[in-house]
């Protein structure tokens, strides 16, 4: 073991001195407040005045919004800028594209497609580096050493056929000690065979997408299996859920660690072994919480995360509205961290849904009507219409539908309720219900507000 970690730390370093940044990450999680506050300041600079200067689409942007005085950049009117989002990533994609690409060892990723449109999006090594970092660091939170045993139960649909076995992917995978399992379409057979091979493996940590490994614990409950108990489980995309995140800890025995981040600008907070919030990576990223009309949240109020990377240079996303909804915490964590503290990330844009009066109502309400309905294997809260909401559902097999119309009756009631009594609400039986092709899990999609 002690070899492979070696080895991998030697290719990390060759790749772009990752352990360094690591280190660096290790020394700034502990900065004081006004200290950190400078470190983001400075590095936020750097990228606005890089982008002034080489990315097309941002040079009238940063001049009109007054950011540009004298060619210097002045961040007291950063707040101005407008937002950036994927309808403008698409439709101005040469143009966000910084004009030195030539100099930079850049490449091209996609948007994960949660909601069905990913987008294209140049990424570089250096951005690369700065990610696999925060994620040195993350783990450490966690008890996760370079070298310990992993298992990772992910599951994309482009993972599934973008990294088929290769010599070159099972020997990066060997060298970091982890077992790769992957998850798109988990069958009963599969769950059992994952469950055979993580308690065969013995992992120290499971890194899973949230929705899998939940799956994955409600199997073997309902099976009554034994399961090895790793150090730590790190969950990321999709939303942690209370109750998802009992289960997973009362079957595996082991604590859930939350970690948030994306494709566009990888991984931006994750929690501690305090488990009071999710530390933003104020060095690598910007975050900000706003309302429907632009102005920030305060804290404990739920608003809209808008993003800005401070480590991709190749294209610049500032200000970017990655489509999910959170809250900041009341408080700081007690572990000392100066950090910024997410209170929660509640879901997507697109899970809230609104009425006919135009209130917004979270689909966590949804979801909370079906925590305690066990002939409910899986189900999905879809607003078709203003006055129309649609409820798949995938019900275990020892249970009719036409024996529990007292509980459709009840959810239907409860639906109304926020929804308005002239609301129609369909329930449809189906075989199955698909992720998107990111692999994740949605519980509430809001076709309104899409």
């Given at each position: ?288 919480i706003v309302r429907s009309d632009g102005s920030p949240c305060e804290r404990g109020e739920v608003g809209e ?128 219900i698909k992720p998107t092709a990111s692999g994740k899990y949605r519980y509430t999609i809001s076709k309104v507000?899409?």
């Amino acid at each position: 073991m002690k070899l492979k970690s070696y080895l991998w730390k030697k290719r990390l370093d060759l790749q772009g001195n990752v352990t360094g940044k690591a280190n660096q990450l290790r020394e700034w999680q502990w900065l004081p407040k006004r200290e950190l506050h400078a470190l983001q300041n400075d590095r936020l600079s750097k990228l606005l005045q890089h982008a002034y200067e080489y990315v097309p689409y941002y040079t009238d942007i940063l001049e009109h919004s007054g950011a540009v005085r004298n060619g210097h950049i002045v961040l007291d009117q950063f707040g101005d800028l407008p937002l950036l989002d994927k309808s403008i990533l698409r439709r101005y994609a040469k143009a966000l594209t910084s004009t030195d690409l030539d100099e930079r060892r850049w490449y091209k990723n996609t948007s994960g497609g949660s909601t069905g449109e990913p987008v294209e999006l140049i990424q570089d090594q250096a951005y690369h580096n700065w990610m696999q970092a925060i994620k040195i660091l993350d783990d450490e939170w966690s008890g996760q050493k370079i070298g310990d045993r992993i298992v990772k139960l992910w599951g994309s649909e482009r993972d599934l056929f973008a990294h088929r076995k290769s010599v070159k992917v099972e020997l990066a995978r060997w060298l970091r000690n982890e077992l790769a399992l992957n998850t798109f379409r988990m069958t009963v057979k599969e769950k059992q065979q994952y469950a055979d091979q993580i308690n065969a493996y013995k992992p120290n940590q499971i890194l899973a997408y949230v929705e899998s490994i939940y799956e994955l614990a409600r199997y073997m409950e309902e099976q009554q299996l034994l399961v090895h108990s790793p150090h730590a489980i790190m969950c990321s995309a999709g939303t942690l859920h209370p109750h998802m995140r009992q289960v997973i800890e009362r079957v595996f025995q082991a604590k859930v660690f939350n970690r948030y981040g994306s494709r566009e600008v990888g991984d931006i907070a994750c929690e501690c072994d305090h488990h009071q919030g999710l530390h933003v990576s104020s060095p690598t990223h910007m975050v900000e919480i706003v309302r429907s009309d632009g102005s920030p949240c305060e804290r404990g109020e739920v608003g809209e995360i808008v993003v800005t990377s401070l480590v991709n240079f190749s294209m610049p996303l500032i200000r970017y509205r990655i489509g999910d909804m959170g809250a900041w915490a009341e408080e700081d964590c007690s572990c000392g961290r100066a950090y910024p503290l997410l209170k929660e990330v509640t879901g997507r844009v697109t899970d809230t849904f609104k009425n006919k009066h135009g209130t917004q109502v979270h689909g966590e309400y949804f979801t909370h009507l079906f925590y305690f309905q066990n002939w409910v294997d899986k189900f999905q809260v879809i607003q078709e219409r203003i006055d129309c909401i649609r409820i798949l559902l995938v019900v275990k097999q020892d249970h009719q539908l036409a024996m529990k119309q007292n509980e459709i009756l009840q959810i239907q009631d409860k639906v109304r309720l926020v929804m308005g009594e002239d609301c129609e609400v369909q329930f449809t039986v189906v075989d199955e219900i698909k992720p998107t092709a990111s692999g994740k899990y949605r519980y509430t999609i809001s076709k309104v507000n899409a």
